[in-house]
């Protein structure tokens, strides 16, 4: 019984890794929408409003803003890590 969880682990290991990595996704876009934005309404989340929101990610919008740049390097963090596993599943992952 235990050797086919650990084999069914191994095989879906790449789904189980984007899963957990996915699953705070939408909190932490929210929450660094928020500060882009200048909101706090919940329907930021469903705008598609991604120009700013990519300057912000790439730029220094507020730069003045001590909590806005310290979400927006968790974000960059957080993002690129989902970048490595993208890429490692593309070039490694079976």
Known sequence: MLIKIID????????IL???WGLPLGYFRSKFRKLVYKTDSWVINIKPFF???TK???YSLY???PEYIRIRNFYRIYLGIY????FSWLFLGS
């Open 8 to 15: 069914l682990i191994k095989d879906n290991l790449w789904l």
């Open 18 to 20: 984007f899963t957990v």
């Open 51 to 53: 120009i700013k929101e």
């Open 56 to 58: 912000a990610l790439f």
């Open 63 to 65: 730069p003045e803003d």
């Open 83 to 86: 970048f490595v596993l993208f």
